[in-house]
Protein backbone atom coordinates (compact mmCIF):
# COMPACT_ATOMS: atom_id res chain seq x y z
CA UNK A 1 0.00 0.00 0.00
CA UNK A 2 1.70 3.23 -0.79
CA UNK A 3 1.67 6.40 1.17
CA UNK A 4 0.05 9.26 -0.44
CA UNK A 5 -3.64 8.59 -0.85
CA UNK A 6 -6.06 11.29 -0.37
CA UNK A 7 -8.07 12.26 2.22
CA UNK A 8 -5.16 12.99 4.51
CA UNK A 9 -6.49 16.13 6.14
CA UNK A 10 -4.78 14.80 9.51
CA UNK A 11 -1.52 15.62 8.37
CA UNK A 12 -3.01 19.94 8.35
CA UNK A 13 -4.79 22.06 10.61
CA UNK A 14 -7.76 24.11 9.46
CA UNK A 15 -8.37 22.33 5.68
CA UNK A 16 -11.71 23.92 5.05
CA UNK A 17 -12.16 22.31 1.95
CA UNK A 18 -11.55 18.51 1.13
CA UNK A 19 -10.99 18.08 -2.78
CA UNK A 20 -8.91 15.19 -2.51
CA UNK A 21 -11.25 12.40 -2.10
CA UNK A 22 -12.93 11.15 -4.45
CA UNK A 23 -15.96 10.54 -2.66
CA UNK A 24 -19.37 12.73 -3.36
CA UNK A 25 -19.62 15.30 -0.33
CA UNK A 26 -21.82 17.36 1.00
CA UNK A 27 -23.66 13.99 2.37
CA UNK A 28 -25.72 13.61 5.52
CA UNK A 29 -25.50 10.29 7.76
CA UNK A 30 -27.76 11.07 10.16
CA UNK A 31 -30.30 8.78 9.10
CA UNK A 32 -28.43 5.46 9.42
CA UNK A 33 -26.48 6.43 12.87
CA UNK A 34 -30.06 6.70 14.05
CA UNK A 35 -30.72 3.31 12.62
CA UNK A 36 -27.78 2.04 14.14
CA UNK A 37 -27.45 3.65 17.46
CA UNK A 38 -30.72 1.47 18.05
CA UNK A 39 -29.71 -1.77 17.80
CA UNK A 40 -27.02 -1.48 20.20
CA UNK A 41 -27.41 -5.72 20.33
CA UNK A 42 -25.51 -5.91 17.30
CA UNK A 43 -22.82 -5.88 19.02
CA UNK A 44 -23.37 -8.73 21.36
CA UNK A 45 -22.95 -11.64 18.65
CA UNK A 46 -20.58 -12.40 16.13
CA UNK A 47 -21.79 -11.44 12.71
CA UNK A 48 -23.03 -14.53 10.31
CA UNK A 49 -19.62 -15.72 9.00
CA UNK A 50 -20.41 -14.70 5.52
CA UNK A 51 -22.69 -11.90 5.06
CA UNK A 52 -25.72 -13.67 3.48
CA UNK A 53 -28.88 -11.97 4.36
CA UNK A 54 -26.55 -8.57 2.82
CA UNK A 55 -25.83 -10.81 -0.27
CA UNK A 56 -29.10 -11.85 -0.55
CA UNK A 57 -30.75 -8.08 -0.81
CA UNK A 58 -27.99 -7.39 -3.37
CA UNK A 59 -28.92 -10.26 -5.68
CA UNK A 60 -32.59 -8.92 -5.38
CA UNK A 61 -31.59 -5.44 -6.26
CA UNK A 62 -29.26 -6.65 -9.30
CA UNK A 63 -31.71 -9.35 -10.32
CA UNK A 64 -29.05 -12.08 -9.84
CA UNK A 65 -28.93 -15.42 -7.50
CA UNK A 66 -26.91 -14.86 -4.23
CA UNK A 67 -24.66 -17.38 -5.34
CA UNK A 68 -23.37 -14.47 -7.69
CA UNK A 69 -22.77 -12.28 -4.83
CA UNK A 70 -20.16 -11.91 -2.15
CA UNK A 71 -19.89 -8.88 0.58
CA UNK A 72 -16.33 -7.56 1.27
CA UNK A 73 -14.77 -5.35 3.90
CA UNK A 74 -14.74 -2.88 1.34
CA UNK A 75 -13.38 -2.84 -2.39
CA UNK A 76 -9.81 -3.37 -1.41
CA UNK A 77 -10.94 -6.13 1.06
CA UNK A 78 -12.20 -7.73 -2.86
CA UNK A 79 -9.05 -7.02 -4.72
CA UNK A 80 -7.07 -8.72 -2.09
CA UNK A 81 -9.37 -11.77 -2.41
CA UNK A 82 -9.55 -12.06 -6.32
CA UNK A 83 -5.64 -11.75 -6.51
CA UNK A 84 -5.22 -14.74 -4.09
CA UNK A 85 -7.25 -16.34 -5.48
CA UNK A 86 -6.76 -16.63 -9.02
CA UNK A 87 -2.88 -15.95 -9.26
CA UNK A 88 -2.94 -14.97 -12.87
CA UNK A 89 -0.22 -12.58 -14.25
CA UNK A 90 -1.80 -8.96 -14.09
CA UNK A 91 -2.13 -6.75 -16.53
CA UNK A 92 -2.35 -3.12 -15.63
CA UNK A 93 -2.87 -0.08 -17.30
CA UNK A 94 -1.37 3.07 -15.50
CA UNK A 95 -2.03 4.87 -14.15
CA UNK A 96 -4.40 3.46 -12.06
CA UNK A 97 -5.34 2.63 -8.25
CA UNK A 98 -2.40 1.07 -6.67
CA UNK A 99 -3.32 -1.63 -4.92
CA UNK A 100 -4.40 -3.64 -7.95
CA UNK A 101 -0.53 -4.18 -8.43
CA UNK A 102 0.68 -4.12 -4.29
CA UNK A 103 -2.44 -7.31 -4.00
CA UNK A 104 -0.78 -9.29 -7.13
CA UNK A 105 3.09 -8.56 -5.73
CA UNK A 106 2.06 -10.42 -2.05
CA UNK A 107 0.14 -13.04 -3.13
CA UNK A 108 2.91 -14.34 -5.99
CA UNK A 109 0.62 -13.27 -8.88
CA UNK A 110 3.39 -13.67 -11.48
CA UNK A 111 3.63 -17.39 -11.13
CA UNK A 112 -0.19 -17.83 -12.43
CA UNK A 113 -1.34 -19.94 -15.19
CA UNK A 114 -2.46 -16.69 -17.60
CA UNK A 115 -3.32 -13.37 -17.78
CA UNK A 116 -6.25 -11.11 -15.71
CA UNK A 117 -6.37 -7.55 -17.20
CA UNK A 118 -7.20 -5.20 -13.89
CA UNK A 119 -9.76 -2.24 -14.64
CA UNK A 120 -10.87 0.77 -12.61
CA UNK A 121 -13.70 1.69 -14.83
CA UNK A 122 -14.39 4.81 -14.35
CA UNK A 123 -10.64 5.13 -13.77
CA UNK A 124 -9.10 6.32 -10.90
CA UNK A 125 -7.19 9.01 -10.81
CA UNK A 126 -8.16 9.79 -14.97
CA UNK A 127 -11.85 9.90 -14.61
CA UNK A 128 -12.07 7.16 -18.23
CA UNK A 129 -14.55 5.20 -18.41
CA UNK A 130 -13.95 2.10 -20.68
CA UNK A 131 -16.71 1.88 -23.35
CA UNK A 132 -18.62 -2.15 -23.62
CA UNK A 133 -16.84 -2.88 -26.91
CA UNK A 134 -13.12 -2.55 -25.22
CA UNK A 135 -13.89 -4.99 -22.67
CA UNK A 136 -15.96 -7.66 -24.48
CA UNK A 137 -12.55 -7.43 -26.52
CA UNK A 138 -10.37 -7.94 -23.41
CA UNK A 139 -12.58 -10.74 -22.00
CA UNK A 140 -11.95 -12.83 -25.25
CA UNK A 141 -7.81 -11.95 -25.03
CA UNK A 142 -7.31 -12.24 -21.53
CA UNK A 143 -8.15 -15.46 -19.07
CA UNK A 144 -9.97 -12.80 -16.60
CA UNK A 145 -11.37 -9.58 -16.53
CA UNK A 146 -11.49 -7.76 -13.33
CA UNK A 147 -13.75 -4.19 -13.47
CA UNK A 148 -13.61 -2.46 -10.47
CA UNK A 149 -16.98 -0.73 -10.51
CA UNK A 150 -16.08 1.33 -7.52
CA UNK A 151 -17.00 4.87 -9.02
CA UNK A 152 -20.22 3.64 -11.09
CA UNK A 153 -22.81 6.11 -9.44
CA UNK A 154 -20.40 8.83 -10.08
CA UNK A 155 -20.72 8.97 -14.21
CA UNK A 156 -23.48 9.08 -16.61
CA UNK A 157 -21.63 6.80 -18.70
CA UNK A 158 -22.73 3.14 -19.59
CA UNK A 159 -21.32 0.47 -17.06
CA UNK A 160 -21.74 -3.13 -17.33
CA UNK A 161 -24.46 -4.52 -15.51
CA UNK A 162 -23.65 -7.25 -12.82
CA UNK A 163 -26.68 -9.10 -14.36
CA UNK A 164 -24.54 -9.11 -17.96
CA UNK A 165 -20.98 -9.77 -15.93
CA UNK A 166 -22.69 -12.56 -14.07
CA UNK A 167 -23.58 -14.40 -17.67
CA UNK A 168 -19.78 -14.77 -18.28
CA UNK A 169 -16.81 -16.65 -16.41
CA UNK A 170 -14.49 -14.26 -17.91
CA UNK A 171 -15.21 -10.96 -15.49
CA UNK A 172 -15.18 -10.15 -12.44
CA UNK A 173 -16.96 -7.24 -11.04
CA UNK A 174 -15.80 -5.03 -7.43
CA UNK A 175 -18.58 -2.71 -6.06
CA UNK A 176 -18.44 -0.03 -3.27
CA UNK A 177 -21.13 0.91 -0.86
CA UNK A 178 -18.49 3.00 0.73
CA UNK A 179 -18.46 5.21 -2.70
CA UNK A 180 -21.95 4.70 -3.88
CA UNK A 181 -23.71 6.02 -0.50
CA UNK A 182 -20.19 8.35 0.73
CA UNK A 183 -19.34 6.29 4.06
CA UNK A 184 -15.51 5.61 3.71
CA UNK A 185 -15.14 4.70 7.50
CA UNK A 186 -18.09 1.79 7.19
CA UNK A 187 -15.71 -0.88 4.77
CA UNK A 188 -18.27 -2.23 2.66
CA UNK A 189 -18.32 -3.72 -0.26
CA UNK A 190 -19.20 -6.65 -2.90
CA UNK A 191 -18.40 -8.99 -5.89
CA UNK A 192 -20.69 -10.05 -8.61
CA UNK A 193 -19.60 -12.63 -10.85
CA UNK A 194 -20.30 -16.01 -12.63
CA UNK A 195 -21.38 -18.84 -10.38
CA UNK A 196 -18.13 -20.72 -10.97
CA UNK A 197 -15.99 -18.01 -10.37
CA UNK A 198 -17.54 -16.99 -6.86
CA UNK A 199 -17.48 -20.66 -5.78
CA UNK A 200 -13.44 -20.34 -6.16
CA UNK A 201 -13.30 -16.93 -4.38
CA UNK A 202 -15.41 -17.95 -0.94
CA UNK A 203 -12.71 -20.78 -0.74
CA UNK A 204 -10.31 -17.92 0.45
CA UNK A 205 -12.51 -16.03 2.28
CA UNK A 206 -12.17 -14.56 5.54
CA UNK A 207 -15.40 -15.55 8.20
CA UNK A 208 -16.07 -12.63 9.88
CA UNK A 209 -14.43 -10.25 7.75
CA UNK A 210 -17.52 -7.84 7.45
CA UNK A 211 -19.06 -6.87 11.04
CA UNK A 212 -23.00 -6.93 12.10
CA UNK A 213 -22.73 -2.74 12.04
CA UNK A 214 -21.55 -2.91 8.31
CA UNK A 215 -23.97 -5.67 7.65
CA UNK A 216 -26.83 -3.69 8.84
CA UNK A 217 -25.83 -0.72 7.85
CA UNK A 218 -25.97 -2.27 4.29
CA UNK A 219 -29.83 -3.37 4.91
CA UNK A 220 -30.36 0.02 5.73
CA UNK A 221 -28.60 1.82 2.68
CA UNK A 222 -30.10 -0.58 0.12
CA UNK A 223 -33.54 0.30 1.08
CA UNK A 224 -32.86 4.13 0.90
CA UNK A 225 -31.83 4.89 -2.52
CA UNK A 226 -31.98 9.06 -1.53
CA UNK A 227 -28.66 8.53 0.05
CA UNK A 228 -26.84 7.49 -2.89
CA UNK A 229 -24.43 9.41 -3.73
CA UNK A 230 -24.92 11.01 -7.19
CA UNK A 231 -22.50 14.08 -7.89
CA UNK A 232 -23.21 17.44 -9.90
CA UNK A 233 -21.63 16.16 -13.20
CA UNK A 234 -21.99 19.74 -15.06
CA UNK A 235 -20.39 21.41 -12.29
CA UNK A 236 -17.96 19.15 -12.87
CA UNK A 237 -17.58 19.82 -15.93
CA UNK A 238 -17.38 23.63 -15.50
CA UNK A 239 -14.16 22.98 -13.31
CA UNK A 240 -12.16 21.48 -15.50
CA UNK A 241 -12.73 23.28 -18.49
CA UNK A 242 -12.21 26.92 -15.92
CA UNK A 243 -8.66 25.41 -14.58
CA UNK A 244 -8.25 24.40 -18.32
CA UNK A 245 -8.50 28.48 -19.37
CA UNK A 246 -5.41 28.97 -16.54
CA UNK A 247 -2.39 29.77 -18.05
CA UNK A 248 -0.01 26.76 -16.91
CA UNK A 249 -2.45 23.89 -16.27
CA UNK A 250 -3.57 20.90 -18.31
CA UNK A 251 -6.73 18.85 -17.50
CA UNK A 252 -7.55 15.49 -18.38
CA UNK A 253 -10.75 14.60 -20.30
CA UNK A 254 -13.28 13.44 -17.22
CA UNK A 255 -16.53 11.40 -17.26
CA UNK A 256 -16.86 11.60 -13.40
CA UNK A 257 -16.59 14.67 -10.51
CA UNK A 258 -12.79 14.02 -10.13
CA UNK A 259 -9.96 14.62 -12.68
CA UNK A 260 -5.95 14.48 -13.20
CA UNK A 261 -4.11 17.88 -13.41
CA UNK A 262 -0.22 18.96 -14.14
CA UNK A 263 1.53 21.67 -13.70
CA UNK A 264 3.73 23.21 -15.98
CA UNK A 265 6.11 25.03 -13.53
CA UNK A 266 6.37 23.73 -10.29
CA UNK A 267 5.47 20.85 -8.48
CA UNK A 268 2.19 19.13 -7.18
CA UNK A 269 3.42 18.44 -3.90
CA UNK A 270 4.21 22.24 -3.81
CA UNK A 271 1.13 23.37 -4.81
CA UNK A 272 -0.62 20.72 -2.02
CA UNK A 273 1.45 22.59 0.24
CA UNK A 274 0.59 26.06 -0.85
CA UNK A 275 -3.49 25.62 -0.91
CA UNK A 276 -3.50 23.73 2.46
CA UNK A 277 -1.38 26.10 4.21
CA UNK A 278 -2.48 28.93 2.84
CA UNK A 279 -5.77 28.37 2.16
CA UNK A 280 -7.24 25.72 3.89
CA UNK A 281 -7.49 23.38 0.37
CA UNK A 282 -6.64 19.69 0.85
CA UNK A 283 -5.79 18.48 -2.78
CA UNK A 284 -4.48 14.66 -3.91
CA UNK A 285 -0.79 15.02 -5.16
CA UNK A 286 -1.22 11.98 -7.78
CA UNK A 287 2.94 12.35 -8.74
CA UNK A 288 3.27 8.64 -6.90
CA UNK A 289 0.51 7.14 -9.35
CA UNK A 290 2.32 4.99 -11.76
CA UNK A 291 3.06 6.26 -14.98
CA UNK A 292 2.76 10.08 -13.67
CA UNK A 293 4.79 12.86 -13.05
CA UNK A 294 5.64 15.65 -10.33
CA UNK A 295 3.70 17.74 -11.53
CA UNK A 296 0.13 15.62 -11.54
CA UNK A 297 -2.06 16.52 -9.04
CA UNK A 298 -6.44 15.08 -8.66
CA UNK A 299 -8.88 17.04 -7.53
CA UNK A 300 -13.18 16.44 -7.28
CA UNK A 301 -15.28 19.06 -8.22
CA UNK A 302 -17.54 20.54 -4.61
CA UNK A 303 -20.09 23.13 -4.33
CA UNK A 304 -19.57 26.30 -7.38
CA UNK A 305 -18.50 28.71 -4.90
CA UNK A 306 -15.70 26.55 -3.41
CA UNK A 307 -14.90 25.48 -6.60
CA UNK A 308 -14.49 28.92 -7.70
CA UNK A 309 -12.25 29.84 -4.37
CA UNK A 310 -10.10 26.92 -5.71
CA UNK A 311 -9.59 28.31 -9.04
CA UNK A 312 -8.70 31.82 -7.64
CA UNK A 313 -5.94 29.75 -5.33
CA UNK A 314 -4.53 27.93 -8.12
CA UNK A 315 -4.49 30.48 -10.70
CA UNK A 316 -2.41 32.43 -8.11
CA UNK A 317 0.09 29.99 -7.85
CA UNK A 318 0.57 29.10 -11.08
CA UNK A 319 1.44 33.43 -11.19
CA UNK A 320 3.94 32.79 -9.14
CA UNK A 321 6.02 30.52 -11.31
CA UNK A 322 5.11 32.03 -14.57
Known amino acids: MINGHGDDAYKYQNIRIDFSSNICAHRSHEALMAHLAAQPALLDHYPEPEAWSLE ?29 TFRYR ?13 ACRIVGCDEGRGEALWLCNPNNPTG ?59 RLGYITAHEHLTEQLRRYLRPW ?58 TAADLKEYLAIQHGFLIRDASNFEGLQPGHFRIAAQQPKQNDELIDAISHFTQLYA
Open 56 to 84: QMIAERHGIDPRNVIVTSGATEAIYLIAQ
Open 90 to 102: PVIPQPTFSEYAD
Open 128 to 186: EVYDQLYIDRMMAEHELVVLDQSYECYTDAHIMSPRWACRTPYSVQIHSMTKMYGVPGL
Open 209 to 266: SVSALAVEAGKYLLQHDELICKPDLTEAQRLRDALQQLSGITVATTQTNFMLCRLAQG
